[in-house]
């Protein structure tokens, strides 16, 4: 890892945590946040059909090795002339796969131009060379990364006519392919012996010239390319946040809504617990419910009994009333946090109202009067929340609110990278 | 003529016939499937129970689909290779080579020289193809060329006892053409695999073969189009020279491509012993240098025959069991393939909804309870104060009852939705003895708090006991459907392990034969 990428990473892996599918993007984007590197020219192909060779001839220099079998297994490297090359595993897979990620990292991830070369005496293409020719033409399409197809070998046909065969062949295969005639072998014979027509007739001259050419669009295709990618990410995070904000304000609605019903319900409820026990808690006079009974009042129906009895009945419907609405929106036993070992003592009602109410004061102040009301509503309000279907939503939205954040964070992340931060 | 190919163009005239009795091996084969077709009715999935719209139903509609399906491809390919059988006979007791390889592998070029060889030395050569299901004999060889593109099946027979088969590629013909492809693929007793010296031995082309390669047949990797062109200039013009790859060239190429068919047999499970040494040759170099022996044995066309000579033993191995080849990959592909790649993933899938459904049961059932029990308790506090001045409680527990019943019954069938329930039988609300309105004097209204507690106790029994009821009816239902597809997935594996001892059994004849 160079330097530069310590600030590279924790940005991108912000940006990577909200789209996971741009992995490849951004491990390109990474590359190219190295502005000053040298462009990079990938050989790809099938083994043995002249890739290493071709890369010789091009720099001047054996530094690729060369044999006439399967030889680059490895992803080798080489910087000239302000290049920099690399020899991509062949395109077969194998039973070692490793060659295919090797391949995928030299012409996906590290190429700014690739050369795809294929054997004149091979004759047409086959399939794996189609589909990847077909995936490199739609890359250029898209990124301005440029291919060049590179006949390699034309030393091996016998004659001109043939050459002009394989050529039409593979034309009509890819009508939209310029092919680009080359011999690696008679580029070196001419060069060691001195012979014009062999070097002309190599190719390797005018394809030296052409890559030239090629090369210096490449900082216009990288800034092109940074740009694309930026724009696409940006706008799949973008998508991605509205689709969120819209769940979002979904849930907050159903969360407002249930509320409402439940509040208006309350208040109705306790409306009418007001209603009925106003007769009750107005009552003139000396009250006889305060008189306490004495031991020969045991089996007599006193005045007080009465009273006390008149008092509980209402209490007890009171109660029955407001737990029935409770009941309806889930709000009966007590959070987890706040059980007892006594079953009977789980419940909001104990919790709010306690055992019992004996008094007409307490009956009045309680549920007559407006600071008694709104204690109560509070009280049952505040177990609502806690009710185990509000914590379920209550749950979800905070899910939803974090992954928003972790948008927000990519977004500012991503804008960060394209500013150049991490370069 | 040089030696070897004397040697081999004789051998090719006494190639006999075996004499192994198939009948215990094919019997064998036959009972396996009629013991199949057995097991599979007598272990019906039971199907009832589950909404049609279900998942698990849908599953199970399309596994029965797909066993109808299997067996009717089964009889079909059976009817439409009646012609290729037929055709096949023709070539029955030859000995046939399978010539293997990609489009630009040289394929042609070799066969046609190869005809050309036989013909010289006074062999009957005929060429054939296929065309619209029939073989059709030709005089003309094969089409060569550096865009050569195989569309057809074809061959040539060279002498008395040999067949050169040239198919398309394996996996690009389709349909009817597929399977008569294919049952020539059955009758060829070895395989030649064509690979070009430019690219030599991409051994991912094995992967087509690898069916063929476990029967047991033997590979031989032969490296075409060993020759390179040397050019210099002379005078202001380039001068071109043919010849052959150098023997260190040709060595290098041959141990490359060996040491990588072999990682490649070994990745498909096929026995190393099959695979023969490789050999280069150069039918370009031959033919231009005039096949005199001098220019064959450059060409490494000595080295191809006395290889070619080598394969006549394991290759007649496999012609002398091939009858009962020919079955057991009839029962292998139409039917042991489909039952592994379709029926018995898609019973995994079955039993892990079931699995699925059943975990989620026990949540589901209080669900139920939980629903209901919202549904009613709000109602009841209406409910007594409606009937306080008559204090008439049965008629409560009536109208409780029944919009107990209702909500449960309605929760239920959302819940469980994948199940058929019937309607549950009502469940008695109990009170205590004595439970009542309570009177504590004429001019008070009545108190209903006990009684409230009373029902509420009885109410929640009622829906426990209810959801408890159809949950145990749920459970067996899908404990019984799981069990029922565990059966039918040992089934399938059975039978899969029988016909590999089969195959084993078949596979053992030709050691004996061999030794003859």
Redo the contacts between chains.
């Keep these: 890892m160079t330097p530069q990428h310590h600030s590279f990473d924790p940005l991108a892996s912000e940006v990577l945590a909200v789209v996971p599918g741009r992995a490849h993007d951004l491990a390109r984007l990474r590359v190219l946040a190295q502005v000053q590197a040298a462009p990079t020219v990938t050989v790809v192909g099938?083994?043995?059909?002249g890739k290493s060779r071709l890369l010789n001839e091009l720099m001047g220099r054996d530094v690729f090795a060369v044999?006439?079998?399967?030889e680059t297994v490895t992803l080798s490297e080489h910087h000239h002339a302000e290049l920099r090359w690399l020899d991509a595993p062949g395109l077969?897979?194998?039973?070692a796969l490793q060659d295919d990620s090797h391949a995928q990292e030299a012409t996906w991830l590290q190429a700014d131009v690739r050369l795809f070369v294929h054997?004149a005496?091979?004759?047409?293409l086959?399939a794996a060379e189609r589909h990847l020719l077909q995936a490199l033409r739609e890359d250029q399409q898209r990124t301005r990364r440029q291919t060049l197809f590179v006949l390699t070998?034309v030393?091996?046909?016998?004659?001109e006519e043939?050459l002009a065969?394989?050529s039409a062949?593979i034309s009509a295969q890819a009508p939209e392919l310029t092919l680009y005639p080359v011999s690696s072998?008679?580029h070196r014979?001419?060069v060691e012996?001195g012979?014009?027509?062999?070097l002309q007739?190599s190719g390797i001259p005018a394809l030296q010239a052409l890559l030239r050419d090629v090369v210096e669009q490449v900082p216009g295709a990288r800034r092109h390319e940074r740009n694309l990618l930026f724009t696409e990410i940006g706008q799949q995070v973008r998508q991605q946040q509205a689709a969120l904000e819209s769940g979002l304000q979904t849930l907050r609605q159903r969360q407002q809504q249930q509320r409402q019903d439940f509040e208006q319900g309350l208040q109705a409820v306790l409306e009418k617990v007001h209603q009925d026990l106003l007769p009750i808690v107005e009552f003139q006079g000396d009250d006889p419910a305060l008189v306490p009974d004495t031991a020969a009042d045991e089996f007599k129906?006193t005045a007080g009994?009465?009273e006390r009895?008149?008092i509980?009945?209402?209490y007890?419907?009171a109660c029955?009333?407001i737990r029935?609405?409770l009941?309806?929106?889930?709000v009966e036993g007590l959070p987890a946090s706040q059980q007892t070992s006594v079953a009977s003592l789980d419940t909001v009602m104990v919790a709010v109202l306690g055992i019992s109410i004996k008094y007409r004061a307490d009956l009045r102040r309680r549920f007559c009067e407006p600071a008694g009301q709104a204690q109560l509503k509070e009280a049952f309000l505040h177990y609502y929340e806690l009710s185990e279907d509000r914590q379920a939503l209550q749950q979800q939205i905070a899910i939803g609110q974090a992954e928003l954040h972790a948008h927000e964070r990519a977004r500012q992340a991503l804008a960060r990278l394209r500013e150049g931060e991490g370069a | 003529m040089s030696r070897e190919e004397q040697r081999f163009i004789d051998s090719i005239g006494r190639t006999g016939q075996g004499e192994a009795d198939l009948q215990p091996v094919l019997s064998a084969l036959r009972d396996w499937l009629a013991a199949l077709a057995q097991a599979f009715e007598a272990a019906p999935l039971p199907a009832s129970g589950l909404q049609s719209a279900s998942p698990m139903a849908r599953r199970m509609a399309a596994l029965h689909e797909e066993r109808i399906h299997q067996a009717r491809c089964r009889e079909e390919q059976w009817i439409a290779l009646a012609p290729a059988r037929a055709l096949a006979q023709r070539f029955e007791g030859k000995l046939m080579l399978l010539v293997f390889g990609k489009f630009n592998a040289g394929k042609s070029s070799l066969c046609n020289f190869l005809a050309q060889r036989f013909r010289e030395r006074q062999q009957a050569v005929q060429y054939f193809h296929l065309q619209d299901g029939a073989l059709v004999e030709s005089e003309d060889p094969f089409h060569e060329g550096a865009t050569e593109t195989t569309a057809r099946l074809q061959g040539v027979c060279l002498g008395d006892g040999l067949v050169l088969l040239d198919t398309p590629g394996l996996h690009s013909s389709t349909g009817e053409n597929a399977a008569l492809t294919q049952r020539f693929l059955d009758s060829a007793d070895a395989v030649l695999w064509l690979t070009s010296s430019t690219s030599p031995g991409q051994v991912q082309e094995l992967d087509e073969l690898a069916r063929e390669l476990r029967r047991g047949k033997p590979l031989l990797p032969v490296l075409t189009r060993s020759d390179v062109i040397d050019e210099d200039e002379v005078d202001g013009r380039i001068v071109k020279c043919l010849r052959n790859k150098s023997d260190a060239n040709r060595a290098d190429q041959e141990a490359d491509v060996r040491a990588r068919a072999a990682d490649k047999l070994q990745s498909l499970g096929v026995a190393l012993h099959q695979l023969k040494a490789p050999v280069s040759v150069s039918a370009y170099v031959a033919r231009t240098a005039g096949a005199d022996a001098e220019a064959m044995r450059g060409a490494g066309f000595e080295r191809l025959y006395a290889a070619l000579s080598d394969l006549l033993a394991p290759a007649l191995a496999y012609r002398d069991r091939k009858p009962a080849e020919v079955l057991l990959h009839h029962l292998q592909e139409a039917v042991l393939a489909p039952l592994q790649g379709q029926t018995l993933p898609a019973l995994r899938g079955l039993q892990q909804l079931v699995q699925s459904e059943l975990q989620a049961l026990p949540a589901s059932r209080a669900r139920i309870v939980q629903l209901a029990w919202r549904e009613v308790m709000p109602g009841l506090p209406a409910l007594l104060e409606q009937h306080a001045g008559t204090g008439d409680v049965d008629t409560v527990l009536a109208s409780l009852q029944a919009s107990l019943m209702h909500a449960f019954e309605r929760h239920a069938r959302a819940v469980l939705d994948s199940h058929v329930l019937s309607a549950p039988a009502p469940v008695a609300l109990v009170l205590p003895a004595g439970s009542g309105y309570e009177r504590i004097a004429d001019d008070l209204p009545p108190s209903y708090e006990k009684l409230y507690e009373a029902l509420s106790q009885s109410v929640l029994a009622a829906l426990e006991q209810l959801a408890d009821e159809v949950a145990g009816h749920c459970t067996a239902r899908l404990a019984a459907l799981s069990d029922a597809v565990s059966v039918q997935r040992a089934l399938v594996d059975e039978h899969g392990r029988r016909l590999a001892q089969l195959e084993d059994t078949l596979r053992c004849v030709p050691e004996g034969m061999a030794a003859r």
């Design positions: 099938k083994y043995n059909h044999a006439d079998r399967r077969d897979a194998d039973v054997a005496k091979e004759g047409e086959d070998q030393d091996q046909m016998s004659d043939q065969k394989v062949a072998t008679r014979s001419g012996g012979k014009s027509l062999l007739r129906l009994k009465r009895a008149r509980h009945v209402a007890s419907r029955i009333a029935a609405h009941i309806q929106h889930g």
